[in-house]
């Protein structure tokens, strides 16, 4: 049983920096992605950060480029987001998920229960 856990989010002022986690559990890496994504009250989904699972390879929102970082430590299972210069536009409940490709949430198989991020 696979399972996602996100932490690391809470209110901020516009400019500060917050470091989100998606510890992973009962998953055996593929050769997709996995990534972060965000959805605010009457948006829908969008995809912020994606890494290729094991790889360097990394796409971002263009909102976010500059000031975000995805990465990932495989010896903890553990999918990082750090999030500096926040503005008031990134706030949104941030959810992690695995097994998929690019940015298009559709294509990812796993999510996190996610973790409200409020500028």
């Known amino acids: 049983h696979v399972q996602l856990v996100e932490s690391g989010g809470g209110s901020v002022q516009a400019g500060d920096s917050v470091r989100l986690s998606c510890a992973a559990s009962g998953y055996t890496a593929s050769s997709n992605c996995m990534g972060w994504f965000r959805q605010a009250p009457g948006k829908e989904r969008e995809g912020v950060a994606v890494i290729r699972t094991g790889s360097t390879s990394t796409w971002y929102a263009d909102s976010v480029k500059g000031r975000f970082t995805i990465s990932q430590d495989n010896a903890k299972n553990t999918l990082y987001l750090q999030m500096n210069n926040l503005k008031h536009e990134d706030s949104a409940m941030y959810y992690c998920?695995?097994?998929?490709w690019g940015l298009g949430p559709e294509t990812y198989k796993i999510w996190g229960q996610g973790t409200q991020v409020t500028v």
């Open positions: 998920a695995i097994d998929g």
